[in-house]
Protein backbone atom coordinates (compact mmCIF):
# COMPACT_ATOMS: atom_id res chain seq x y z
CA UNK A 1 0.00 0.00 0.00
CA UNK A 2 1.12 3.28 -0.72
CA UNK A 3 2.55 5.28 2.16
CA UNK A 4 1.99 8.81 0.75
CA UNK A 5 -0.47 9.30 -1.87
CA UNK A 6 -0.41 12.89 -4.09
CA UNK A 7 -3.17 12.28 -6.66
CA UNK A 8 -2.93 15.90 -8.84
CA UNK A 9 0.49 14.27 -10.91
CA UNK A 10 0.22 17.91 -12.29
CA UNK A 11 -1.80 21.56 -11.69
CA UNK A 12 -1.07 24.98 -13.75
CA UNK A 13 -2.75 28.22 -11.69
CA UNK A 14 -2.45 31.62 -12.05
CA UNK A 15 0.38 34.09 -10.43
CA UNK A 16 -0.47 35.69 -7.35
CA UNK A 17 -3.40 33.01 -6.64
CA UNK A 18 -3.23 30.76 -3.69
CA UNK A 19 -2.69 26.48 -4.62
CA UNK A 20 -3.25 23.91 -2.55
CA UNK A 21 -1.36 20.51 -3.64
CA UNK A 22 -3.10 17.61 -1.91
CA UNK A 23 -1.06 14.87 0.34
CA UNK A 24 -2.65 11.84 2.08
CA UNK A 25 -0.35 9.75 3.88
CA UNK A 26 -0.88 5.96 5.74
CA UNK A 27 0.73 5.23 9.42
CA UNK A 28 -0.09 2.98 12.90
CA UNK A 29 2.65 4.62 14.26
CA UNK A 30 1.36 7.28 16.79
CA UNK A 31 5.26 9.34 16.03
CA UNK A 32 5.34 10.51 12.91
CA UNK A 33 6.46 14.22 10.72
CA UNK A 34 5.56 15.59 7.31
CA UNK A 35 7.77 16.99 4.63
CA UNK A 36 7.01 18.43 1.69
CA UNK A 37 9.93 19.34 -0.57
CA UNK A 38 10.52 21.49 -3.54
CA UNK A 39 12.51 20.41 -6.84
CA UNK A 40 13.01 22.67 -9.31
CA UNK A 41 14.20 21.74 -13.35
CA UNK A 42 18.05 21.99 -11.48
CA UNK A 43 17.20 18.94 -9.39
CA UNK A 44 17.91 19.82 -6.16
CA UNK A 45 15.42 19.21 -3.30
CA UNK A 46 14.48 22.07 -1.53
CA UNK A 47 12.79 21.61 2.14
CA UNK A 48 9.87 23.51 2.49
CA UNK A 49 7.37 22.95 5.67
CA UNK A 50 7.71 20.01 8.44
CA UNK A 51 4.40 19.00 10.36
CA UNK A 52 5.22 17.15 13.93
CA UNK A 53 2.03 14.49 14.17
CA UNK A 54 2.15 15.90 17.85
CA UNK A 55 2.01 19.02 16.87
CA UNK A 56 -1.14 21.26 17.84
CA UNK A 57 -1.15 24.15 15.28
CA UNK A 58 -0.56 23.78 11.62
CA UNK A 59 2.51 24.52 10.67
CA UNK A 60 3.98 27.76 8.65
CA UNK A 61 6.79 28.99 6.87
CA UNK A 62 6.20 32.67 4.62
CA UNK A 63 4.28 32.08 2.08
CA UNK A 64 4.35 28.01 2.92
CA UNK A 65 1.67 26.40 5.53
CA UNK A 66 0.64 23.05 6.24
CA UNK A 67 -2.78 21.76 6.22
CA UNK A 68 -2.50 19.07 8.76
CA UNK A 69 -5.86 17.02 9.46
CA UNK A 70 -4.73 14.19 11.70
CA UNK A 71 -8.19 12.20 11.81
CA UNK A 72 -7.99 12.42 7.60
CA UNK A 73 -4.51 12.09 7.46
CA UNK A 74 -4.19 14.46 5.34
CA UNK A 75 -1.42 17.11 5.21
CA UNK A 76 -1.58 19.68 2.00
CA UNK A 77 0.12 22.05 0.97
CA UNK A 78 -0.77 25.80 0.67
CA UNK A 79 1.34 28.18 -1.29
CA UNK A 80 -0.13 31.74 -0.53
CA UNK A 81 0.03 34.60 -3.77
CA UNK A 82 2.05 31.86 -5.93
CA UNK A 83 4.93 33.20 -7.83
CA UNK A 84 6.87 32.42 -10.99
CA UNK A 85 9.62 30.83 -9.23
CA UNK A 86 7.25 28.25 -7.16
CA UNK A 87 6.76 26.45 -10.70
CA UNK A 88 8.53 23.16 -9.51
CA UNK A 89 8.14 19.19 -8.52
CA UNK A 90 6.53 19.30 -5.09
CA UNK A 91 7.05 15.87 -2.93
CA UNK A 92 5.10 15.46 -0.07
CA UNK A 93 6.87 12.68 2.23
CA UNK A 94 6.73 10.95 5.40
CA UNK A 95 9.34 10.01 8.50
CA UNK A 96 7.90 6.72 10.88
CA UNK A 97 9.17 6.90 14.06
CA UNK A 98 12.44 8.11 15.39
CA UNK A 99 14.03 11.45 14.60
CA UNK A 100 16.56 9.62 12.65
CA UNK A 101 14.18 7.38 10.15
CA UNK A 102 14.32 7.26 6.63
CA UNK A 103 12.16 9.37 4.58
CA UNK A 104 9.31 8.32 2.57
CA UNK A 105 8.02 10.23 -0.63
CA UNK A 106 5.03 10.54 -2.52
CA UNK A 107 5.19 10.53 -6.50
CA UNK A 108 5.09 14.46 -6.87
CA UNK A 109 3.09 17.40 -8.47
CA UNK A 110 4.19 19.40 -10.37
CA UNK A 111 3.23 22.82 -10.14
CA UNK A 112 3.26 25.06 -13.11
CA UNK A 113 2.24 28.65 -12.07
CA UNK A 114 1.16 30.99 -15.46
CA UNK A 115 1.87 34.57 -15.74
CA UNK B 1 23.87 28.73 5.67
CA UNK B 2 26.20 24.79 6.26
CA UNK B 3 24.99 22.31 3.24
CA UNK B 4 25.53 19.23 2.35
CA UNK B 5 27.61 19.23 -1.01
CA UNK B 6 27.85 16.32 -3.53
CA UNK B 7 30.75 15.36 -6.33
CA UNK B 8 30.62 15.18 -8.70
CA UNK B 9 27.74 17.23 -10.27
CA UNK B 10 27.21 14.35 -13.11
CA UNK B 11 29.27 10.99 -13.81
CA UNK B 12 28.97 8.75 -17.17
CA UNK B 13 30.08 5.93 -17.01
CA UNK B 14 30.05 2.38 -18.50
CA UNK B 15 28.04 -0.61 -17.78
CA UNK B 16 30.18 -3.10 -15.37
CA UNK B 17 32.43 -0.28 -14.16
CA UNK B 18 32.75 0.96 -10.57
CA UNK B 19 31.55 4.47 -9.32
CA UNK B 20 31.94 6.08 -6.06
CA UNK B 21 29.81 9.34 -5.87
CA UNK B 22 31.09 11.18 -2.40
CA UNK B 23 29.14 13.71 -0.14
CA UNK B 24 29.91 16.15 2.69
CA UNK B 25 27.32 16.12 4.95
CA UNK B 26 26.97 18.89 7.31
CA UNK B 27 29.76 18.62 9.71
CA UNK B 28 27.85 18.47 13.01
CA UNK B 29 25.16 15.85 12.01
CA UNK B 30 25.59 12.42 13.27
CA UNK B 31 23.11 10.43 10.47
CA UNK B 32 23.41 10.05 6.52
CA UNK B 33 21.38 8.89 3.87
CA UNK B 34 21.55 8.04 0.04
CA UNK B 35 18.39 8.00 -1.66
CA UNK B 36 17.93 7.65 -5.30
CA UNK B 37 15.53 9.30 -8.13
CA UNK B 38 14.70 7.72 -11.17
CA UNK B 39 14.07 10.22 -13.71
CA UNK B 40 10.29 10.95 -13.88
CA UNK B 41 9.88 8.90 -10.30
CA UNK B 42 9.82 9.45 -6.98
CA UNK B 43 12.92 9.55 -4.48
CA UNK B 44 13.11 6.21 -2.65
CA UNK B 45 15.59 5.63 0.17
CA UNK B 46 18.64 3.57 -0.13
CA UNK B 47 20.64 3.41 3.52
CA UNK B 48 21.08 4.86 6.23
CA UNK B 49 24.52 5.37 7.84
CA UNK B 50 24.92 6.04 11.99
CA UNK B 51 27.73 5.80 14.19
CA UNK B 52 30.06 3.91 11.28
CA UNK B 53 27.46 1.39 10.16
CA UNK B 54 24.45 0.91 8.14
CA UNK B 55 21.18 1.86 10.44
CA UNK B 56 18.78 0.53 7.48
CA UNK B 57 18.66 -0.47 3.77
CA UNK B 58 16.10 -1.22 1.72
CA UNK B 59 16.35 -3.55 -0.68
CA UNK B 60 17.43 -2.03 -3.82
CA UNK B 61 20.77 -1.28 -1.61
CA UNK B 62 22.05 -5.06 -2.42
CA UNK B 63 25.55 -6.75 -2.66
CA UNK B 64 26.39 -3.97 -5.40
CA UNK B 65 26.02 -1.22 -2.81
CA UNK B 66 28.53 -0.20 -0.65
CA UNK B 67 28.28 3.02 2.04
CA UNK B 68 31.46 4.43 3.79
CA UNK B 69 32.57 7.03 5.94
CA UNK B 70 35.81 6.86 4.90
CA UNK B 71 36.95 9.75 7.28
CA UNK B 72 35.35 12.57 9.48
CA UNK B 73 33.66 14.78 6.77
CA UNK B 74 33.19 12.16 3.55
CA UNK B 75 30.20 9.67 3.50
CA UNK B 76 30.43 7.91 0.03
CA UNK B 77 27.77 4.98 -1.80
CA UNK B 78 29.82 2.65 -4.41
CA UNK B 79 28.17 0.93 -6.72
CA UNK B 80 30.65 -2.04 -7.86
CA UNK B 81 29.15 -3.27 -11.37
CA UNK B 82 26.96 -0.53 -12.53
CA UNK B 83 24.04 -1.71 -14.76
CA UNK B 84 21.92 0.71 -17.09
CA UNK B 85 18.94 0.62 -14.27
CA UNK B 86 21.48 2.25 -11.91
CA UNK B 87 21.06 5.58 -14.00
CA UNK B 88 19.84 7.99 -11.75
CA UNK B 89 20.02 11.18 -9.35
CA UNK B 90 21.64 10.22 -6.12
CA UNK B 91 20.50 12.31 -3.50
CA UNK B 92 22.62 12.47 -0.11
CA UNK B 93 21.05 14.05 2.96
CA UNK B 94 22.67 14.20 6.61
CA UNK B 95 20.28 15.21 9.90
CA UNK B 96 20.89 15.17 13.53
CA UNK B 97 22.99 17.41 15.25
CA UNK B 98 21.17 20.62 16.05
CA UNK B 99 18.82 20.27 12.68
CA UNK B 100 15.21 21.37 14.23
CA UNK B 101 12.92 18.26 13.93
CA UNK B 102 15.71 15.81 12.47
CA UNK B 103 14.77 17.88 9.43
CA UNK B 104 17.31 16.05 6.94
CA UNK B 105 19.24 17.98 4.45
CA UNK B 106 19.68 17.06 0.87
CA UNK B 107 22.79 17.67 -1.23
CA UNK B 108 22.10 19.08 -4.83
CA UNK B 109 22.85 15.25 -6.30
CA UNK B 110 24.56 13.70 -8.20
CA UNK B 111 23.10 12.58 -11.66
CA UNK B 112 24.50 9.18 -12.58
CA UNK B 113 24.46 8.18 -16.27
CA UNK B 114 25.29 4.17 -17.48
CA UNK B 115 25.81 3.54 -20.99
Known sequence: AQKITQTQPGMFVQEKEAVTLDCTYDTSDPSYGLFWYKQPSSGEMIFLIYQGSYDQQNATEGRYSLNFQKARKSANLVISASQLGDSAMYFCAMREGRGDDKIIFGKGTRLHILP | ?115
Open chain 2, 1 to 115: EPEVTQTPSHQVTQMGQEVILRCVPISNHLYFYWYRQILGQKVEFLVSFYNNEISEKSEIFDDQFSVERPDGSNFTLKIRSTKLEDSAMYFCASAGGAARNNEQFFGPGTRLTVL
